[in-house]
């Protein structure tokens, strides 16, 4: 059922700001949950970091071991935080920024409440012991149902609005498309396959790294370029330029992302030909990210003064956009064989996934919430100065814990590159850049502490006054206007 | 066929590639696929493998050693040779690692032998790394009363960790079954190539 | 800085007045070459047995160990560090967890080296039993132990041994000989047959039998 649409050229002008009410809940059901994710996923990492500042603290409680807290919060930022604020990202999109109804929306609500309590008792099993140590696929078995159930309560109704209100070359769709629909499709392959127990051997190590890199390329990744295409038209006030280069990006996304996992397989058991095949991926994902960039910054540059000034959504965009292209770039480059014996198995590799994981996916994330709420609420962000130290720890949080990893990293590499250098006294080089990451993984903590208060904020003042002043609220919707790309 | 199913059958597609060649591929050409029915780990070391994943040991360790142009493991004497597909071909557990903040254990059950060796490790690693970043896991040990002479497996400690008088501390049922899946980390057969680090 | 002609491949869509940069082609096609390249030259055939290429982006083996076989000789070994600091962390490393950091050993369990006849008396004796491990009862310093030490001739090389021997016999008050590599290296070719842990009496006659022959 094709709608009329206007032109992807120009922006919507938002006749009434209001978001049907009815989808309120749904939004609010996937961000409420999100955001204590979020603060769980910090101070999970946080206690991480300090277990390495001395392994003593806290040390004889088995459920706060390092080899534990660690995995439990990534899983929780991914899958607590990274995924419903995507899927909120294609809930806003199919709703045309919520002025349009959503056929299954009351499913959403089962939905988060499934997937809220899948994580729940996923994360716990894994800080209780019952992790697989599979990455991004360590979740206990017991939580799969209902997280697989809850995702495809919500995702069903979306990928379906979504199909049935395409638009003709839209990239935000087509982004999100991939988001919904990769992470059933690989995440339930997987599943299956890790319970067979006539899986063994090697493979599983493949099929794991497959599903890694799928999922922070093309699972979130995508959700998050979506939101860029998404959010472009309102925050650059156009949308991004070369619309065709964008499709090509998308479809070598949508591909190599998927090959590009066993890059880190580098001198691993496995066949030459893998591992190639996924250095050579991440190479083409680089060219795909600077071809999204590309667009984006020559969009950029005609930005509306305005904007320039202060516009959360705007610089955590701007962040994102930068960490992202870093952090393909690095994607790459670290990968190559001939250096692989300095940078392979050193927190440099990790310092890429923090750049991509809190970098890209998390800024990109903010930025969509900063546009997404007050139109949700009816009401702006109560406070800029907020907004403003959020984005200032959360950068600064995020810069200084990169290249405090970057750096020890390559001091990591080239010691244990050294035979005769004893693995002890590689990590005591390394163990002065570990533990001041401590102190930037504090700001980040404190960011999200204040960016959580903000929406406490937000949330409270909307609920008592949304009665009064509706029409203050109308009047400033109007003019941060949606537009849909 | 309109766009929005051509993306979509695009999508399924791509995906399907990345598993067939990532996922069902391996699974046919390296996995278990041959005659070698009994090479399966079994018992304490099986769970062993659990016990060490669900801990995450893999977050500090790898099990992988690389060939000599990729790295210095072998020159290390973490291996005497490059991992292969074979070395995992039955296992469940393939802890192949993400991060090197300790050494490669690929081969550990070759280069320590002794139970104690390790029991007395895990229970506090810094008696033996004095500052070692790696976690003690007295989680899986248990205090027990000590009656008449000390149990013949209980932990050798002093100091610091001494437990209180008339205790004692022995390995629980987990501690056993890692160390017996670290003893039993040879990923080298026994003969491929000498080894005297 | 625009390029005026565009690939057909990417041109026809570009709806706005915009130009790619020229930055933009340059990097793109380099990288898809090089990434088309790579994957030609390291396929390895696509072969599931490949597993290794060797070239400068297959990354190469390490210089400094090829050079040094090259120079040759024991001359390329890194300048003599202190035998007992070695030692001491051999010891710290693999015996501190039965024989405590102390050398006190654990009364009823582990016998102690502090103080230990065996530790100072025949290096040869004290070399076999580390070499080889210890099984069955054993005095020490006036008290019976019945145990059994895992042989270490896997785990430690030559050097290594020499050094924890020569740390041992010098510390904690143990006043031996220092333990040269070489006479590790001799016992260990002279009981390279024995399998099996030591038993006291056997190492014993070794001592002896070895002493005879030496007079």
Not at chain 1, 23 to 50: D, E, K, M
Not at chain 1, 395 to 405: E, H, R
Not at chain 2, 89 to 101: K, S
Not at chain 3, 195 to 214: Q, R
Request: hydrophobic share 45%; proline share 7%; net charge positive.
């Amino acid at each position: 059922m094709a709608e009329t649409l206007e032109s992807k050229e120009t922006p919507v002008k938002v006749s009434s700001g209001e978001v049907d009410p009815s989808l309120r809940a749904p939004f609010l059901w996937l961000l409420g949950p999100a955001a204590v994710w979020l603060s769980v996923a910090t101070i999970l990492a946080l206690l991480g970091s300090l277990k390495l500042v001395d392994p003593r603290f806290l040390g004889t409680w088995g459920w706060l071991t390092f080899g534990r807290i660690s995995p439990a919060a990534f899983l929780s930022f991914v899958y607590g935080f990274g995924i419903p604020v995507g899927l909120s990202a294609a809930l806003w999109a199919v709703t045309k920024g919520g002025r349009l109804p959503l056929l299954g929306r009351r499913w959403c609500l089962a939905s988060s409440f499934l997937w809220n309590v899948g994580l729940w008792g996923g994360i716990t099993g894994v800080l209780a012991g019952e992790s697989r140590s599979l990455s991004w696929l360590g979740l206990p078995t017991f939580s799969l149902p209902s997280l697989g159930l809850g995702y495809l309560l919500s995702a069903g109704w979306l990928v379906a609005a979504l199909v049935s209100r395409w638009e003709e070359a839209s990239l935000a769709l087509r982004f999100l498309l991939l988001g919904l629909v990769w992470i059933p499709w690989a995440g339930g392959a997987a599943a299956l396959m890790l319970h067979d127990p006539a899986v063994r051997g090697v493979a599983m190590g493949s099929l794991e790294w497959w599903f890694n890199d799928g999922l922070l390329y093309a699972g979130l990744g995508a959700f998050a370029l979506g939101i860029v295409y998404l959010l472009a038209p309102s925050s650059l006030g156009r949308p991004l330029a070369f619309s065709g280069l964008g499709r090509l990006a998308f479809w070598t996304w949508a591909l190599f992302a998927n090959l590009a996992g066993t890059a880190h397989l580098v001198g691993g058991p496995f066949p030459l030909w893998m591992v190639s095949l996924g250095v050579s991926s991440r190479f083409l994902l680089w060219v795909a990210a600077v071809a999204v960039g590309v667009g984006f910054w020559v969009a950029a540059r005609r930005l509306p003064a305005e904007k320039r000034e202060w516009d959360p959504s705007w610089h955590f965009l701007r962040f994102g956009m930068s960490s992202f292209l870093v952090a393909a770039g690095l994607g790459a480059l670290l990968v190559l064989p001939a250096w692989s014996r300095y940078v392979h198995y050193t927190v440099l590799e990790e310092a890429q996934l923090v750049l991509f994981l809190y970098g890209f996916l998390g800024m990109t994330f903010f930025s969509l919430l900063y546009a997404l709420l007050p139109q949700l609420l009816g009401r702006p962000w109560p406070s800029p100065t907020l907004s403003k130290v959020h984005f200032w720890l959360s950068s600064y949080g995020i810069s200084f814990l990169v290249g405090l990893l970057a750096v020890g990293g390559l001091f990591q590499g080239v010691g244990l590159d050294e035979p005769d250098l004893p693995v002890h006294d590689v990590i005591v080089l390394l163990l002065p850049f570990l533990r001041s990451a401590a102190a930037p993984a504090t700001a980040l903590l404190a960011g999200h502490a204040v960016f959580g208060l903000h929406l406490l904020w937000l949330i409270l003042e909307s609920g008592s006054s949304r009665r009064g002043d509706e029409e203050t609220a109308l009047a400033h919707a109007d003019i941060e206007g949606v537009r849909t790309p | 066929m309109t766009e929005q199913k051509r993306v979509l059958l695009g999508i399924l597609l791509a995906t399907g590639v990345g598993w067939l060649l990532l996922a069902w591929l391996p699974l046919r050409k390296l996995g278990p696929a041959g005659a070698s029915a009994d090479g399966a780990p079994f018992g304490r070391a099986a769970l062993g493998g659990e016990v060490y994943a669900a801990n995450g040991c893999a977050s500090c360790h790898t099990q992988v050693v690389r060939p000599p142009n990729l790295g210095s493991d072998i020159a290390r004497g973490w291996g005497a040779r490059r991992t292969l597909p074979s070395d995992y071909r039955e296992e469940h557990v393939i802890p192949l690692g993400v991060l090197r903040l300790g050494p490669d254990l690929s081969d550990v059950g070759e280069r320590r032998t002794d139970p104690r060796w390790y029991y007395r490790f895990l229970y506090d690693p810094r008696v033996i790394y004095p500052g070692t970043v790696m976690p003690s896991y007295r989680y899986l040990f248990a205090r027990v009363p000590l009656l008449g002479t000390p149990l013949p497996d209980s932990l050798p400690l002093s100091g610091r960790d001494a437990p209180r008088p008339g205790f004692q501390v022995v390995p629980g049922p987990e501690a056993r079954a890692l160390v017996a899946y670290l003893l039993s980390l040879k990923r080298v057969p026994p003969g491929e190539t000498g080894k005297t680090p | 800085m625009n390029c005026e002609d565009q690939p057909e491949r990417r041109g026809q869509e570009i709806s706005s007045k915009e130009r790619l940069p020229c930055f933009f082609l340059v990097f793109s096609t380099v990288i898809v070459l090089f990434a088309g390249g790579f994957f030609l030259r390291y396929s390895g055939g696509l072969r599931w047995d490949v597993y290794d290429a060797s070239g400068y982006l297959a990354g190469l083996p390490r210089p400094t160990a090829t050079s040094a076989v090259l120079a040759g000789g024991p001359a390329q070994k890194p300048a003599a560090v202190n035998p007992i600091q070695v030692g001491q962390d051999v010891y710290q490393a693999n015996c501190a967890a039965c024989h405590q950091p102390t050398g006190q050993g654990m009364s009823g369990q582990f016998p102690p080296v502090a103080g230990s006849d065996w530790v100072n008396g025949d290096p040869r004796v004290l070399a076999a039993m580390v070499l080889g491990g210890l099984q069955g009862p054993v005095r020490v310093a006036g008290a019976e132990y019945n145990g059994m030490m895992p042989a270490w001739k896997t785990v430690l090389n030559d050097a290594k041994i020499a050094a924890v021997l020569t740390f041992l016999r010098q510390s904690w008050g143990n006043h031996g000989s220092a333990v040269e590599e070489d006479q590790v290296k001799s016992v260990r070719a002279e009981t390279a047959n024995h399998a099996a842990p030591w038993k006291v009496e056997e190492v014993e006659t070794l001592g002896k039998s070895a002493g005879k022959e030496a007079k």
